[in-house]
């Protein structure tokens, strides 16, 4: 099984099955949403570099259903007014992120519910579950995402989204503080550059989980379904 540790490819030995189980895995999609993805001039929070991971993760998802791991989307929503960030206590992005990127004409709009920002711009389908109560850089906090997670009964979450230096970090680190295993996605990622998404990759796996592709993760996944399946035919038969 590979893994990426501190940027480098590397084969894990034994140790790692928790991490690639499919039966105690969900996917974890984090704010694939309008807000960010709007090729607009008037997006309120745009992380452009995330757009070219629109199809990747559909395909991904399509993938992960056909195994039978749970798909969730994460998206942020604000109550209209502003009482969750602008009109009470502002959120410390909306201040310190501009001084790296300048200002963000209409970054008081981000993720007011009703608003088209909080469309996704991936693929949802049925069966699909939605966590809609982010309203910070976690998506853990102060959603329920937790509660669900453990009412599914699962072990593993699988992290792809923006941004990877902010929200999926984040929540790589809350996840596992709170005792589950982290996989991320580094080609289903996308972070502020390419330097801040290498960073943030290369403290998440010394640190917080494994960092892996896509189609390794997969390839573990059909492999241990695989097995599982046959092993359900001899206990049958």
Not at 24 to 43: E, F
Not at 78 to 89: C, E, Q, S, T, Y
Not at 137 to 153: K, V
């Amino acid at each position: 099984m590979r893994a990426f540790v501190y940027g480098e490819p590397k084969e894990l030995d034994s140790g790692f099955e928790e991490f690639v189980e499919p039966s105690n895995s969900v996917v974890v999609s984090i704010d694939m949403h309008q807000g960010h993805l709007a090729d607009t001039p008037d997006c309120p929070c745009p992380a452009p570099r995330a757009r070219e991971i629109v199809g990747p993760i559909d395909g991904f998802h399509a993938v992960a259903r056909r195994l039978g791991v749970p798909v969730i989307h994460v998206r942020s929503v604000l109550r209209k007014g502003g009482v969750d960030d602008i009109n009470g206590l502002k959120s410390a992005w909306r201040l310190v992120f501009p001084l790296f990127v300048g200002d963000i004409p209409n970054s008081d709009e981000h993720a007011i519910e009703g608003t088209r920002w909080t469309e996704f711009a991936t693929e949802v389908v049925e069966g699909d579950l939605i966590v809609q109560t982010k309203k910070r850089l976690t998506a853990f906090y102060p959603s329920d995402l937790d509660f669900l997670l453990r009412n599914m009964g699962a072990r593993t979450i699988v992290i792809n989204g923006g941004m990877t230096d902010c929200c999926v970090l984040n929540t790589a680190f809350d996840g596992s503080n709170l005792g589950y295993r982290v996989v991320a996605l580094r080609d289903l990622v996308r972070g502020t550059n390419e330097e801040m998404e290498e960073a943030a990759l290369k403290m998440l796996s010394l640190h917080l989980g494994l960092v892996m592709e896509s189609e390794d993760l997969v390839s573990e996944w059909q492999r241990l379904s695989a097995g599982a399946a046959e092993a359900d035919r001899h206990q049958a038969a």
